[in-house]
């Protein structure tokens, strides 16, 4: 039956070839429709609980996507009349940023100071060139002692300051991220030929999401094309002959190019993840080729004439490429029970490419290869020498399937070792721009991992009661003393400063005002002062009855960040038993 076939297929060739080019060009039109997905939140799948408790945190408080501008004065000194020149230009600058709901730095940073009776409420820096030297040491002494700023837009020693930019992505364009990153990149680089005595650097979770879809494209145009350039020299090599070398390679990239355009049919977005998918088509696609070829050229090479060569490697090789091409698929297709969709994705566009590979090898290949004119020598490389090594394997089998036992049974012996241990940041090489950005923020500015916790009290205006107060500002400080955290973010420390700036500025009013109604009072004042851009709604709900504390930690693995979570929730559960917490956050 095989015979059979193979013959109708060289009979026919002319027409096979044609008619598996059509069938190319027909799933490969549909790469059109292929789009980059820059959402972390597509590694989760709809029901995920940790993504629904991050939606949940998002609607109750404003989202926290972000661009960070990292500035680096090279004269060492933030606190001077033209690097805070700079600061508040980015920061006017960075209003425009597409999908940019807030913009924080040192210079717009609304102090708050007692005059009289009244609470005023300004930037911390309104016009830098007419500040006087006193000013600047005034300004300086107010931002390192500031919980709101240091370690987050001012580093203690004053050399290094950041504006951050939080976006809220509708998440209903796939070039949301690309666009506010190219148009961040503007600022970036018009500022630096405006101002050349600073640095600027680019971190951030927008910029992170960017940055993986740029670092997958760069591997596409790069690092492929090196890939097969090494694989058809591979082939040329083994097979000793050109027209079965250029047969194979472009069955290769019809097995990609059919997988991929099914994809964009299919409405799959690409992904991280997916970027490994031509990879594994082109392996089987290899595969199902040598395994014909090799058949073929010894077959040449006994003196058989080449169609006939074709029908017996076809006849010797066709029930064992389609057992292992099945086995494949199926394997693939098992990546759909995975947790996370991109991994969904990743199987069943390896899988279209295997059975693509499978189909293109026992058409368009022997089709090819009959037309292709059979050259080279038909010995292939390497057959003496796995002769001999065949010869050995069979006189020392007893010995060899102890040994190979023994070796099985060791290495999986420390299977267990193995840890899933991320660390996001170190996805990327250290030549990729973000991963030096990043590195060189969390080494002196602030990290990029973040995570959230919001306590609710369950009752409208609850925030403002001095026992819950007291809890939050116990559970800050208790963050505050763990080893992997940064910066701390929270709602009590504004507090402790209204209740100081409403006694004259007396420090030693810097606690929790004691009553509930003056608590309330102090923070409508102040949000009523605050301008617009620059509330308090990614502190606190619509109604005050939760808070949200921001944690930024140090850069951690992936088991480390589980570990902190879980002894911090811990701690709520045990120390504020009444409130009901929860964590969330794209770290997490």
Avoid: C
């Avoid at 009289?116 to 005034?138: C, I, K, Q, Y």
């Avoid at 020299?233 to 097979?239: A, E, F, P, Q, V």
């Avoid at 389609?322 to 199987?347: E, K, Q, R």
């Amino acid at each position: 039956m095989i015979e059979s076939y193979t013959r109708w297929i060289i009979r026919w060739k002319y027409i096979v070839v044609l008619a598996s080019i059509a069938l190319v060009f027909a799933t490969a039109y549909g790469g059109q429709y292929l789009g980059f997905s820059n959402d972390y939140r597509m590694f989760f799948g709809e029901d995920n609980p940790q993504l629904l408790a991050f939606e949940k945190m998002q609607k109750t408080f404003n989202k926290n996507d972000n661009v960070l501008f990292v500035v680096t004065p090279k004269s060492g000194k933030v606190f001077s009349r033209e690097t805070l020149a700079v600061i508040k230009d980015i920061t006017k600058e960075a209003w425009q940023i597409p999908f940019s709901t807030r913009v924080d730095s040192i210079t717009n940073h609304q102090h708050t100071a007692a005059e009289e009776d009244d609470l005023m409420v300004d930037d911390l820096v309104v016009d830098p060139a007419t500040l006087s030297d006193s000013d600047l040491l005034r300004i300086q002494s107010i931002a390192i002692n500031e919980p709101m700023l240091v370690h987050r837009l001012i580093s203690p020693d004053s050399k290094f300051a950041g504006v951050n930019v939080t976006v809220q992505l509708p998440g209903k364009a796939l070039d949301e991220v690309p666009t506010t990153v190219a148009f961040a990149r503007e600022i970036k680089q018009r500022m630096l030929e405006k101002y050349p005595e600073i640095e600027i650097r680019l971190v951030g979770m927008a910029v992170m999401n960017n940055a993986f879809p740029e670092a997958s494209q760069d591997d596409v145009a790069n690092l492929y094309p090196l890939a097969l350039g090494f694989i058809v020299l591979t082939l040329l090599i083994l097979l000793r002959g050109i027209s079965g070398t250029i047969a194979t390679f472009i069955m290769i990239i019809m097995s990609i190019l059919t997988a991929m355009g099914l994809a964009g049919w299919s409405g799959i977005l690409l992904s991280p993840p997916v970027m490994s998918a031509p990879i594994m088509i082109l392996t089987m696609a290899i595969a199902d080729a040598v395994h014909l070829l090799v058949t073929m050229r010894h077959e040449l090479a006994i003196g058989m004439d080449k169609n006939k060569a074709i029908v017996e490697s076809m006849r010797i090789n066709f029930r064992p490429i389609f057992v292992t091409t099945l086995t494949t698929i199926l394997g693939f297709l098992s990546l759909n029970f995975s947790d996370a969709p991109p991994f969904h994705d990743l199987g069943n566009i390896a899988a279209m490419g295997v059975a693509a590979a499978f189909i293109f090898s026992i058409t368009f290949l022997p089709a090819a290869v009959s037309i292709m004119p059979a050259s080279g020598k038909h010995e292939v490389a390497g057959k003496q020498m796995m002769t001999r090594f065949g010869e050995f394997v069979i006189a020392n089998q007893k010995s060899l399937l102890i040994g190979n036992a023994l070796i099985i049974v060791t290495l999986a012996a420390l299977v267990p070792m193995n840890e899933l241990n991320d660390q996001f940041v170190d996805y990327f090489d250290e030549s990729i721009e973000f991963r030096r950005d990043s590195d060189y923020a969390a080494e002196n500015l602030t990290g990029v991992y973040y995570i959230d916790y919001a306590l609710g009290t369950e009752e409208s205006g609850g925030i403002s009661d001095p026992a819950y107060l007291a809890n939050v500002a116990k559970f800050s400080q208790y963050l505050r003393t763990q080893p992997q955290v940064i910066h701390v973010q929270t709602i009590s420390d504004t507090f402790k400063r209204l209740n100081k700036n409403m006694h004259g500025d007396d420090p030693a009013w810097q606690r929790l005002p004691e009553e509930r109604n003056l608590a309330a009072q102090y923070l409508l004042l102040y949000e009523m002062s605050l301008p617009y851009g620059l509330d308090l709604n990614n502190q606190i709900d619509i109604d005050k009855s939760a808070t949200k504390i921001a944690v930024t930690l140090k850069t951690l693995s992936s088991s480390e960040v589980i570990a902190f979570d879980n002894a911090a929730m811990q701690w709520l559960n045990e120390n504020m038993p009444s409130i009901k917490p929860y964590s969330s956050g794209p770290t997490v």
